[in-house]
């Protein structure tokens, strides 16, 4: 073992940590010796949106000694951020094994820094927990969650007082707070316990509330009240309210997938808990098909993203991406609130730069600006705070299966996006149709958008160094075409710098710095590189599209649409 590396250990062997952490150690010393090392080789990373990483003993590990330390260094921060004022803080988790323990631990430190603290009672979902900061008044607030990690992980989402995750200069500035917590014995770990205040009930109200106030078309809920609904949590926290916001929006015809119901951090029925992967949605797919349902809904862990099951016009039973959810939910909002009379002229919506520009199209008809922003919903958050003054936040979206409607809340929210894919569902009904007929008129509407993405794993000591010198030969020699269409765009977020590559012609991305590249092809096809900040991973977003004649054509052009994503993925050497 690596002589710093052994002396990490030795200090958790002799420093203050409790019996069962060094029995622990020392029996990975006899037994593992390489799983030693891999827990104390580095500090686990306070990111820019917390930490995330498997539970364990050691630096390198999600345990009370690191999640204490990155505690106190963001109690630190809230405490110089608002000098001379009594800090506030609401605390929440999911069904992940050891997040309760790991929300007492952060509800601890921070009472014994003099923060009071609103600690949910019970697992709660993580759009919850954004709403409360909001309606509470608070300045900050942590979730305990891996979101929808494998069952060996969990993590530490932080956030600040408008209800969204840490942004510059907040981000920056907590994490070089946490990197000051040099040893556990700086963390105050109790004392303060009269600053802790038990919530529950009471905020699940106002925030059912809230959501139940996102209805636009109740009425029609009304007629269509038997819409058939099979719902799961996959294990997780949507269990707590998705079922009672569909009550109280008006469905009562939900069935959940009893096998996925009770809140398990192991995950007993799924390899991921994450309903973008086929597999974890199965066993709604197959309830949904046995008693004929309208819709199938599932929600990951801590209940902020959502996937979808619809029938084709076949009949068959098909996953939309979240792509194609997030183009329903938008052309829905915007569609519904024109019919009902209560559009306005300073409405907007938001999207990512990754998601579908089938959306920006969409916003295009309604007169409606769509603003487009970086990956994460801290910058949709950021952006309305920027605009609710002057303009009318209605939904924002990414294509990972997140969408957020209202302005009450600062996070994705599968809860409300739950409800709101109802009741459109209920409004196709209503007249006859389903939710894949209204995909399908928008694609001939607007064109058919074809999206996929891969993502590619450098393993190894060397992988962070070859992603970055694969972005590098991108940046400074873009190809001229790939796929046999020339590249007329290149998009330089890490440069903030756009240019025709055709004409030379440059102009300014007023958008914060972030290591992302575009490729604009003349054929209309978008290629998107996005490095992983943490991990030895590459992600690239492909969107294609092409005009779709009629519904009767949708099978050939998917087809065609396909083969064109897999020709680029090939000619780009990607595979």
């Given at each position: 073992m690596e002589p710093a590396i052994q002396e990490k250990v030795n200090e958790w062997l002799n420093g203050n940590y409790d019996q069962e952490t060094k029995n622990e150690i020392e029996k990975m010393q006899k037994e593992n010796p390489g799983e030693l090392t891999e827990s104390f080789y580095k500090n686990l990373e306070f990111g820019t949106g917390g930490l995330r990483g498997i539970m364990g003993v050691g630096t390198n590990r999600m345990n009370k000694?690191?999640?204490?330390?990155?505690?106190?260094?963001?109690?630190?921060?809230?405490?110089?951020?608002?000098?001379?004022?009594?800090?506030?803080?609401?605390?929440?988790?999911?069904?992940?094994?050891?997040?309760?323990?790991?929300?007492?631990?952060?509800?601890?430190?921070?009472?014994?820094?003099?923060?009071?603290?609103?600690?949910?009672?019970?697992?709660?979902?993580?759009?919850?927990l954004s709403f409360t900061i909001r309606h509470l008044g608070c300045q900050g607030g942590v979730v305990c969650t891996a979101s929808h990690n494998p069952k060996e992980y969990n993590g530490y989402k932080a956030y600040w007082n408008d209800g969204g995750q840490l942004i510059p200069p907040h981000d920056k500035n907590v994490i070089t707070e946490v990197d000051k917590i040099a040893s556990v014995d700086e963390v105050k770990w109790g004392g303060g316990e009269s600053n802790i205040t038990m919530i529950g009930k009471e905020l699940d109200d106002a925030y059912i509330s809230m959501v139940s106030g996102l209805s636009v078309y109740p009425e029609i809920i009304e007629k269509q009240h038997n819409l058939c609904i099979v719902y799961t949590p996959i294990h997780g926290t949507g269990i707590k309210l998705v079922p009672q916001v569909l009550q109280r929006f008006g469905f009562n015809n939900v069935h959940v997938v009893d096998e996925q119901a009770e809140p398990d951090g192991n995950f007993p029925t799924v390899v991921y808990p994450n309903p973008e992967e086929s597999e974890a949605m199965s066993i709604g797919l197959k309830k949904a098909a046995d008693i004929d349902a309208d819709i199938l809904l599932g929600t990951d862990p801590d209940a902020d993203r959502v996937g979808i099951g619809i029938k084709d016009k076949k009949g068959k039973w098909v996953l939309m991406n979240g792509n194609q959810t997030a183009v329903l939910a938008f052309n829905y909002m915007l569609e519904a609130r024109k019919t009902k009379g209560i559009a306005q002229a300073n409405d907007m919506v938001v999207k990512t730069i990754v998601t579908s520009d089938m959306i920006d199209e969409v916003a295009k008809k309604y007169n409606v600006t769509c603003y487009n922003v970086l990956t994460g919903f801290k910058w949709i958050?950021?952006?309305?705070?920027?605009?609710?003054?002057?303009?009318?936040?209605?939904?924002?979206?990414?294509?990972?299966?997140?969408?957020?409607?209202?302005?009450?809340?600062?996070?994705?929210?599968?809860?409300?996006?739950?409800?709101?894919?109802?009741?459109?569902?209920?409004?196709?009904?209503?007249?006859?149709?389903?939710?894949?007929?209204?995909?399908?008129?928008?694609?001939?509407?607007?064109?058919?958008?074809?999206?996929?993405?891969?993502?590619?794993?450098?393993?190894?000591?060397?992988?962070?160094?070859?992603?970055?010198?694969?972005?590098?030969?991108?940046?400074?020699?873009?190809?001229?075409?790939?796929?046999?269409?020339?590249?007329?765009?290149?998009?330089?977020?890490?440069?903030?710098?756009?240019?025709?590559?055709?004409?030379?012609?440059?102009?300014?991305?007023?958008?914060?710095?972030?290591?992302?590249?575009?490729?604009?092809?003349?054929?209309?096809?978008?290629?998107?590189?996005?490095?992983?900040?943490?991990?030895?991973?590459?992600?690239?977003?492909f969107s294609v599209n092409t005009k779709l004649?009629?519904?009767?054509?949708?099978?050939?052009?998917?087809?065609?649409?396909?083969?064109?994503?897999?020709?680029?993925?090939?000619?780009?050497?990607?595979?």
């Open positions: 000694y690191t999640v204490g330390m990155a505690t106190q260094g963001y109690a630190n921060y809230l405490k110089q951020s608002f000098p001379g004022k009594t800090v506030k803080v609401a605390i929440a988790h999911d069904s992940r094994n050891n997040s309760r323990f790991f929300a007492e631990t952060v509800a601890k430190v921070f009472a014994a820094n003099g923060i009071r603290v609103f600690l949910f009672q019970s697992l709660r979902p993580t759009p919850e958050a950021e952006l309305i705070k920027e605009k609710e003054s002057t303009e009318e936040y209605i939904i924002g979206g990414e294509e990972s299966y997140g969408l957020m409607i209202g302005s009450k809340l600062r996070d994705k929210d599968a809860v409300s996006a739950v409800a709101m894919l109802c009741e459109m569902a209920a409004y196709e009904k209503n007249k006859g149709r389903t939710l894949f007929d209204k995909l399908l008129d928008l694609y001939v509407q607007f064109g058919f958008y074809k999206e996929s993405l891969i993502s590619i794993t450098k393993k190894g000591m060397n992988g962070q160094k070859e992603i970055a010198d694969m972005m590098e030969t991108y940046r400074s020699n873009p190809p001229k075409t790939i796929n046999n269409s020339q590249v007329v765009q290149l998009l330089d977020y890490e440069l903030r710098k756009g240019k025709n590559l055709q004409t030379g012609e440059s102009w300014d991305i007023a958008l914060p710095q972030s290591n992302v590249l575009q490729f604009i092809l003349e054929d209309g096809s978008k290629i998107s590189a996005r490095p992983s900040g943490t991990e030895p991973k590459i992600k690239f977003y004649a009629n519904a009767s054509d949708y099978e050939k052009t998917k087809s065609d649409l396909d083969a064109r994503i897999e020709a680029i993925i090939k000619d780009m050497k990607l595979k």
